[in-house]
């Protein structure tokens, strides 16, 4: 890695390029949906079920021409 001089300590850590993980992906329930993402983006989260999706339900929300949709990834319920 190259230091750029940003050093994020708390909650957002931003790559220029692709992003290779070599081990467990973790997800941690989200009490509500999260905001839209820009265009060109998606967000992946896990469902608490008071927003979209049921309990444990793993969900992506994407942005692109114009329009943002959200589909769910994993239903819980037929794991």
Avoid: C, Y
């Amino acid at each position: 890695m190259k230091w750029i001089g940003q050093h994020i300590i708390d909650v957002i850590a931003r790559f220029r390029n692709d992003v290779h993980i070599d081990g467990t992906l973790i997800f941690k329930e989200k009490s509500a949906d999260p905001p839209n993402p820009d265009e060109g983006h998606a967000i992946i989260w896990m469902s608490d079920g008071t927003g979209a999706g049921d309990d444990g339900d793993v969900l992506i929300k994407i942005t692109a021409g114009g329009s943002t949709k959200t589909k769910t990834l994993a239903d819980f319920s037929e794991l």
